[in-house]
T-cell receptor, first 117, second 114 residues
Framework: AQKITQTQPGMFVQEKEAVTLDCTYD???????LFWYKQPSSGEMIFLIY??????QNATEGRYSLNFQKARKSANLVISASQLGDSAMYFC??????????????FGKGTHLIIQP | DGGITQSPKYLFRKEGQNVTLSCEQN?????MYWYRQDPGQGLRLIYY???????QKGDIAEGYSVSREKKESFPLTVTSAQKNPTAFYLC?????????????FGQGTRLTVV
């Protein structure tokens, strides 16, 4: 069974500061994928970034980067230069094999990020 | 404009009634999923389907049923056997391809039992 742990229920950050959202995972699968999603108050889930377990380099997408430490089983999301529009719930998730998660994703409980002006 | 459409956005149901949530996608994705989200919680997988006329139970399938008669459609029925149906329901789809890494989500349906 897979498990995702997000230990920060909520965070307050000043605008323009960098933010690190923590995510640790547990799985016995040799191959897996790790995802981060953003959920604004409207409810839709917005894909941010993906890291495959065999990817050698950390994934980056614009202001988002994923700090992947395989030995520690951690996949922290880093948001550089935070903006007011970054205020939302953030979810870490994993799939049982690298790819689109066709067997479904396992989600953490999320971190509520609030950016203060 | 490709995407996933869930309807309705808000749904009210009396206790003891079955209700069906709609999910349609025009992304030509093979796999579709239903998740449930309770307040302050992450998403939990109810059912998923990797191909037409086939579907699998997720972690919390009890009290729910699905069908997959068409590639584009994956409706979810919340039956009267579901003891706590009030929740936010999200449908998603993806391509089962190692090069494609993303699941696309609909806008969600908020179900309330009155």
């Amino acid at each position: 069974a897979q498990k995702i742990t997000q230990t920060q229920p909520g965070m307050f950050v000043q605008e323009k500061e960098a933010v690190t959202l923590d995510c640790t995972y547990d799985t016995s699968d040799p191959s897996y994928g790790l995802f981060w999603y953003k959920q604004p108050s409207s409810g839709e889930m917005i894909f941010l970034i993906y890291q495959g377990s065999y990817d050698q380099q950390n994934a980056t997408e614009g202001r988002y980067s994923l700090n992947f430490q395989k030995a520690r089983k951690s996949a922290n999301l880093v948001i550089s230069a935070s903006q007011l529009g970054d205020s939302a719930m953030y979810f870490c998730a994993m799939s049982p094999h690298s790819g689109g998660g066709a067997d479904g994703l396992t989600f953490g409980k999320g971190t509520h990020l609030i950016i203060q002006p | 404009d490709g995407g996933i459409t869930q309807s309705p956005k808000y749904l009210f149901r009396k206790e003891g009634q079955n209700v069906t949530l709609s999910c349609e996608q025009n992304l030509n994705h093979d796999a579709m999923y239903w998740y449930r989200q309770d307040p302050g919680q992450g998403l939990r997988l109810i059912y998923y389907s990797q191909i037409v006329n086939d579907f699998q139970k997720g972690d919390i399938a009890e009290g729910y049923s699905v069908s997959r008669e068409k590639k584009e459609s994956f409706p979810l029925t919340v039956t009267s056997a579901q003891k706590n149906p009030t929740a936010f329901y999200l449908c998603a789809s993806s391509v089962w391809d190692s090069e494609n890494t993303e699941a696309f989500f609909g806008q969600g349906t908020r179900l309330t039992v009155v």
